[in-house]
């Protein structure tokens, strides 16, 4: 069945740094590719997506494109914010209007000052 | 716009009781709702899909008899936890489906089963 692997955490970085979160997926067809942030204490938040091969997602400073040939949607940001600090979660959902998400184990971001 | 609540935010519960756990689409309506279950820093398990009007759609190793969704309209979704034991609980967080292949999440219910 579907699936999606993320690069494991915790991650912690010191502001100003460049994030990076990896993501790679398992799907029949071509799924469309989300992230999601959730704050603590809050629910999920839908951060950007890409619903084909090679479009780039893009919100808040984060970018992640989809990748068919390697079968990826990596989540990047060149200066991260103590505000990013937050478990974000790589999720794909299947095509022709199928809801379902498929999310990844999620990964914690804390970013110092 | 889009947003979605979850009530009770938490609920501890006696074992053998069991809890609802109400879903509202506050400023949009949702044909389809999402359950999902959440263990401590682990991800978002998909329990079933809510239609309204219809039968829940429960993933495979769901007990349908002991979750029980009923989407009784286009802005609310329930979930029963019946006959709830120490192993339910979790956090258990809903979606409303938006256009496309979007999801508005609530902010989740966490369930204590002493």
């Known amino acids: 069945g579907d699936s999606v692997t993320q690069m494991e955490g915790p991650v912690t970085l010191s502001e100003e740094a460049c994030l990076t979160i990896n993501c790679t997926y398992t799907a029949t067809g071509y799924p469309s590719l989300f992230w999601y942030v959730q704050y603590p204490g809050e629910g999920l938040q839908l951060l950007l997506k890409a619903t084909k091969a090679d479009d780039k997602g893009s919100n808040k400073g984060f970018e992640a494109t989809y990748r068919k040939e390697t079968t990826s949607f990596h989540l990047e940001k060149g200066s991260v914010q103590v505000s990013d600090s937050a478990v974000y979660f790589c999720?794909?959902?299947?095509?022709?209007?199928?809801?379902?998400?498929?999310f990844g184990q999620g990964t914690r971001l804390t970013i110092n000052p | 716009g889009a947003v979605v609540s979850q009530h009770p935010s938490w609920v501890i519960c006696k074992s053998g009781t069991s809890v609802k756990i109400e879903c509202r689409s506050l400023d949009f309506q949702a044909t389809t709702m999402f359950w999902y279950r959440q263990f401590p820093k682990q991800s978002l398990m998909l329990m079933a899909t809510s239609n309204e009007g219809s039968k829940a759609t429960y993933e495979q190793g769901v007990e349908k008899d002991k979750f029980l969704i009923n989407h009784a309209s286009l802005t609310l979704s329930t979930l029963t936890v019946t006959s709830a034991h120490p192993e339910d609980s979790s956090f258990y967080i809903c979606?409303?489906?938006?256009?496309?292949?979007?999801?508005?999440f609530g902010p989740g219910t966490r369930l204590t089963v002493t």
């Open positions: 979606s409303a489906g938006g256009e496309g292949h979007e999801q508005y």
């Open positions: 999720a794909l959902s299947g095509p022709q209007g199928a809801q379902k998400l498929v």
